[in-house]
């Protein structure tokens, strides 16, 4: 069945970039999303790629997409104490009604 | 725009017990769907609803697990008896119903604790 992986700890210095990676399974997946969780709250949408494109940006978000290897990737740039959070990777269920498959989420720990 | 609304925000209850939770989606969303996170894992589906039928149903538990969603717009999610293992945080979400991209916006989530 359908899976995704991604590494649970991230820890990085503000002003820095931070990459977090996420593997999947389904190839046949249409959209891959990032969702952003903070404590207590529910997930918020940070971006999604096309799974025809190889890159998206949007102001200091990057999404890369390597579709050969299924990995998916998402750069923050200039990383701020705010970005501090449990980042989701999700891809839609191609057999579903627009199902979500989450990884566990990469905690992002930012410095000073 | 007002987002997912969800409450109770938390609950505690003992095993065997009842719970019930409910779900106010975006106002003009076709399609909402019932998420259980558990602790250090990434949600997972429960039920999913257009407007109000069900389309997935799959991973929902239905010997104690029950949900609907009325009018196709409020929906309820119910435990009937409550196990120790169903702690966990109940989101819900709602899209527009969209062919193509249909982005979920989730809620706050209800927190419950099951002693």
């Known amino acids: 069945g359908e899976d995704v992986e991604q590494s649970l700890f991230l820890s990085v210095r503000e002003g820095d970039s931070s990459v977090i990676n996420c593997t999947y399974t389904?190839?046949?997946?249409?959209?891959l999303y990032w969702y952003k969780q903070e404590p207590g709250a529910g997930l918020q949408l940070l971006t999604y790629?096309?799974?025809?494109?190889d890159m998206k940006q949007d102001q200091r978000l990057t999404v890369l997409l390597n579709k050969k290897d299924k990995h998916l990737s998402l750069r923050i740039a200039d990383t701020q104490t705010g970005d501090s959070a449990i980042y989701f990777c999700?891809?839609?269920?191609?057999?579903?009604?627009?199902?979500?498959?989450f990884g566990a989420g990469t905690r992002l720990a930012v410095h000073p | 725009e007002a987002g997912v609304a969800q409450s109770p925000r938390y609950k505690i209850i003992e095993k065997r017990q009842s719970v019930a939770f409910w779900c106010n989606p975006i106002?003009?969303?076709?399609?909402l769907y019932w998420y259980q996170q558990i602790l250090g894992q990434g949600p997972k589906l429960l039920i999913q609803?257009?407007?109000?039928?069900?389309?997935?149903d799959s991973q929902l538990p239905k010997d104690r697990f029950s949900a609907e969603r009325l009018k196709g717009v409020d929906s309820t999610l119910k435990i009937q008896p409550a196990k120790l293992e169903d702690s966990a945080v109940y989101l819900c979400?709602?899209?527009?119903?969209?062919?193509?991209?249909?982005?979920?916006?989730f809620g706050p989530g209800t927190r419950l604790t099951v002693l």
């Open positions: 979400a709602s899209s527009p119903g969209t062919a193509g991209e249909d982005t979920q916006y």
């Open positions: 389904d190839s046949s997946s249409t959209y």
């Open positions: 790629i096309f799974s025809n494109m």
């Open positions: 999700a891809e839609s269920d191609s057999g579903g009604y627009n199902k979500l498959i």
């Open positions: 106002s003009g969303h076709a399609t």
């Open positions: 609803f257009q407007n109000n039928g069900v389309v997935d």
